[in-house]
């Protein structure tokens, strides 16, 4: 449930837990920009930087952010990337997100969108994006203190907010306060609206060198500072060297992985050059017709499911954002069918949310034709994709460059950068970083990691559009996607497609009868009524091989940082290529530039392929 607001008489927003108002009565705006802001020299401090990165203690009803990101739009000089994080233990509800920006014109737009991604807060990381990916924030959802231990990075300023000390003692603490330091590099900037005599002195231990500033009425005074530690700062985890000039990146693979990587890396002000041994984009196993895009769910909220949900959420922003609703993506929603009768959630979700998945209930089984005793989960945040066209969006970015029928057999370091090599032993390109992100074909440049191929097969066709069909798809064993439209303008009625087969260490990519039938048997079992209407036998049949790691778990990191220092890897998305592919293409960036991570730090390392790789024989 979201946390209640009580909105007193005069427009001042109170929270009930803490007995405290969210701001001054001089305003919510007033105050981000004085003592925030202002405080930290923003935003003549960002002038012509390529990124800034925030850290934030308390999110409250978001001012904050919507005050830094309007300087952010309003300024000529603005970094290239915003990155704002901020931790957030009790969200509010969309609708009070809006009502606290209503009084201020200037920022009524953008807290309409972020209401509009202020969905599934669930405890954990939640990556929005505006503004075309330029602008991120990165809300933390959980107590202060293991939210902070889950997240890495050097801030350039730092919003030290939240109730008063003496409401929400916690989120001062000294052990807090740590904490907040371990994000702080020299001359970090930092700002808060309290003088508390106990939080300055926890600061000053800390490194930072404070001192008061006149308040915005009614407080007299506000606090504001640098870290300037008087010692030599030794991080227990030193952070990766961030690169600081984006240069030419060479990606290997035109799918979903590679190219979620192009487009990550271009927005960050890369050079991208994608080859690809096909004869264009999307010429593998991302060229199924139509996909799925849904979570994974469990009793006891296992890595899987955290993954996924985080995944989906990076694909949705994307699918917003580049592709047509109801032509190239449908967010219908998925009824999950569970053969073995569980159909538990997490003990802490409820009905009412922010979970976004459920037990289905009788009425929405009746009407997508399921027996209304079946067991099944609702889905709420799922969708049909068409995975060729967000392949094709992403890659028509400038500066991304594409060459296709061009198959690299080979990397050769060249003096600081690495030249991408032929069959014959022509360079085919030279650059200073590659990523590896070409399905299974990714064994050639990378025979160290553990990956399996998987082949599927699929049956796809037509139906008239009066067919009686669900509206939503269907998964399980197997899985049934009905009503898309159809873009091929001889074709009648609506697109549907069944399946999948997985064949294990299979790369054959014929057809096989044999495999018709058994994706006319899933058909049967998932939905009958769908079985009479599709003929499965004389439908259209589309063969793809998956890639998966020995784990079933994405490959995102470096090769081999001590052999092969600047390849990188995006691949073994299996079967979730559409839930997996822009979460990991965001993962990789933000270790390269040392951004937040879109992920907690437990999350980040189950993908690394560190944890499976062998060093790299040349």
């Known amino acids: 449930m ?108 953008m807290a309409e969108a972020l209401a509009a991604q202020w969905h599934g807060l669930l405890p954990g990381f939640h990556r929005l994006t505006f503004d075309d990916g330029k602008v991120t924030l990165t809300l933390c959802v959980g107590d202060a203190q293991p939210m902070l231990r889950a997240q890495r990075f050097e801030a350039d300023s730092i919003f030290l907010d939240g109730f008063s000390p003496q409401r929400n003692p916690e989120m001062w603490s000294a052990d807090t306060l740590k904490q907040v330091a371990r994000f702080a590099r020299q001359d970090t900037g930092i700002a808060t609206w309290t003088i508390a005599r106990a939080v300055r002195d926890a600061l000053a231990q800390c490194g930072f060198t404070v001192g008061k500033r006149i308040g915005l009425p009614p407080k007299r005074d506000c606090l504001a500072g640098t870290f300037a530690p008087a010692w030599t700062v030794r991080r227990r985890d030193p952070l990766p060297v961030r690169v600081e000039l984006p240069g030419h990146c060479a990606v290997i693979g035109a799918g979903l992985a590679g190219a979620a990587v192009a487009a990550s890396l271009a927005r960050r002000g890369w050079r991208v050059t994608v080859l690809d041994a096909g004869g264009g984009s999307a010429a593998g196993a991302s060229g199924l017709p139509v996909g799925l895009l849904a979570p994974h769910v469990s009793a006891d909220d296992a890595l899987l499911s955290r993954l996924t949900r985080a995944g989906i959420r990076a694909t949705w922003i994307e699918l917003q954002r580049l592709l047509e609703a109801g032509v190239d993506w449908r967010g219908t929603g998925v009824i999950e069918r569970r053969s073995d009768g569980d159909v538990r959630v997490p003990a802490a979700w409820q009905a009412a949310g922010p979970n976004e998945s459920w037990p289905a209930d009788v009425e929405r089984l009746q009407l997508s034709g399921i027996p209304a005793d079946a067991p099944a989960l609702w889905h709420a945040r799922a969708a049909w994709v068409r995975p060729r066209s967000l392949v094709e969006a992403w890659l028509n970015q400038p500066p991304i460059t594409m060459r296709y029928e061009t198959r690299v057999e080979r990397l050769v370091r060249h003096a600081a950068s690495w030249r991408l090599v032929d069959a014959r032993g022509d360079v085919l390109v030279e650059a200073d970083r590659v990523v590896i992100a070409a399905g299974i074909d990714s064994r050639t440049l990378a025979p160290a990691l553990p990956l399996q191929p998987v082949r599927g097969q699929v049956a796809w066709g037509h139906a008239p559009h009066d067919a009686d069909l669900p509206d939503m798809p269907i998964n399980g064993d197997g899985h049934l996607i009905a009503r898309v439209p159809a873009t091929d303008a001889e074709a009648t009625g609506s697109l549907w497609l069944a399946g999948a087969t997985f064949d294990r260490d299979s790369v054959d990519l014929e057809p096989h009868a044999s495999d018709t039938g058994r994706n006319r048997d899933r058909l049967t079992r998932l939905h009958p009524g769908a079985a009479a209407l599709l003929d499965v036998a004389a439908a259209n049949a589309w063969v793809g091989i998956r890639c998966a790691s020995s784990d079933r778990r994405p490959l995102v990191g470096p090769l081999d940082e001590a052999g092969w220092p600047g390849v990188w890897v995006s691949t073994a998305m299996g079967s979730r290529g559409l839930t997996f592919s822009a979460l990991c293409a965001e993962l990789l960036a933000a270790h390269w530039h040392g951004e937040p991570l879109p992920l907690p730090a437990t999350l980040a390392r189950a993908l690394d392929t560190r944890r499976l790789a062998k060093p790299v024989k040349d």
């Open 2 to 109: 979201t946390e209640p607001v009580d909105w007193r008489a005069d427009g001042v927003p109170r929270s009930e837990r803490f007995d405290d108002i969210y701001h001054t009565e001089t305003g919510a705006l007033a105050q981000s920009r004085y003592v925030f802001l202002g405080g930290c020299g923003l935003p003549q401090a960002w002038a012509n930087r390529p990124q800034w990165l925030i850290l934030e203690t308390g999110f409250g009803l978001g001012l904050n952010f919507l005050t830094t990101w309007h300087a952010w739009r309003a300024d000529e000089h603005r970094p290239n990337l915003l990155h704002f994080v901020s931790i957030e233990a009790h969200p509010v509800a969309p609708a009070d997100l809006v009502r606290a920006a209503a009084a201020y014109p200037e920022l009524a737009g």
